[in-house]
T-cell receptor, first 116, second 114 residues
Framework: AQSVSQHNHHVILSEAASLELGCNYSYGGTVNLFWYVQYPGQHLQLLLKYFSGDPLVKGIKGFEAEFIKSKFSFNLRKPSVQWSDTAEYFCAVNGVLTGGGNKLTFGTGTQLKVEL | SAVISQKPSRDICQRGTSLTIQCQVDSQVTMMFWYRQQPGQSLTLIATANQGSEATYESGFVIDKFPISRPNLTFSTLTVSNMSPEDSSIYLC???????????FGPGTRLTVL
């Protein structure tokens, strides 16, 4: 079975600080990887995704993530956070299951608070 | 990406009753899914809503408790039956072109069971 771990449950940063949120997954096959964000009072939105190709992917609002296959990791980064980045961030993995089909599995989420 | 709406956005229900949640998409989509997000937890897939056939349920979820309909490629319903306080959650629908593709999520339905 596939699983996703997000190491930091709560992160507090000051504006302009750099951000890195960890995401590791457990799965032996091909995966598609996603980061979703949920701003306060809003619904879940796609931040970025990796399907294939360049392992460094860029998303909206200056976010990027790097897929490191050997480490089963897909960490999210942003060089300088803003107060408006305060949100909950979810890493998700979509892997091909034995017997066919795919399933999107989410991590437990990281609550990011950016202070002025 | 598709525009997804859910009704109701929130509800407070009594134990033992049932609630049907609707999910409407502004364009035809192949795949529709239903998720649950319990308080303080991540999203868990309940089932895949299949157009014209019975939904495919994940382990731990059964049709009698969560009957799902999908009469066409733009609409699905999830019913939470015989509710108990443990069913208090946010219920979300999502859509995608196929199972491996990006899923886009609706705004969710916040359900409180007293």
């Amino acid at each position: 079975a596939q699983s996703v771990s997000q190491h930091n449950h709560h992160v507090i940063l000051s504006e302009a600080a750099s951000l890195e949120l960890g995401c590791n997954y457990s799965y032996g096959g091909t995966v598609n990887l996603f980061w979703y964000v949920q701003y306060p009072g809003q619904h879940l939105q796609l931040l970025l995704k990796y399907f294939s190709g360049d392992p460094l992917v860029k998303g909206i609002k200056g976010f990027e993530a790097e897929f490191i296959k050997s480490k089963f990791s897909f960490n999210l980064r942003k060089p300088s956070v803003q107060w408006s980045d305060t949100a909950e961030y979810f890493c998700a993995v979509n892997g091909v299951l034995t017997g066919g089909g795919n399933k999107l599995t989410f991590g437990t989420g990281t609550q990011l608070k950016v202070e002025l | 990406s598709a525009v997804i709406s859910q009704k109701p956005s929130r509800d407070i229900c009594q134990r033992g009753t049932s609630l049907t949640i609707q999910c409407q998409v502004d364009s035809q989509v192949t795949m529709m899914f239903w998720y649950r997000q319990q308080p303080g937890q991540s999203l868990t897939l309940i089932a895949t809503a299949n157009q014209g056939s019975e939904a495919t349920y994940e382990s731990g979820f059964v049709i009698d408790k969560f009957p799902i309909s999908r009469p066409n490629l733009t609409f699905s319903t999830l019913t939470v039956s015989n509710m108990s306080p443990e069913d208090s959650s946010i219920y979300l629908c999502s859509v995608s072109k196929d199972r491996a593709d990006t899923q886009y999520f609706g705004p969710g339905t916040r359900l409180t069971v007293l």
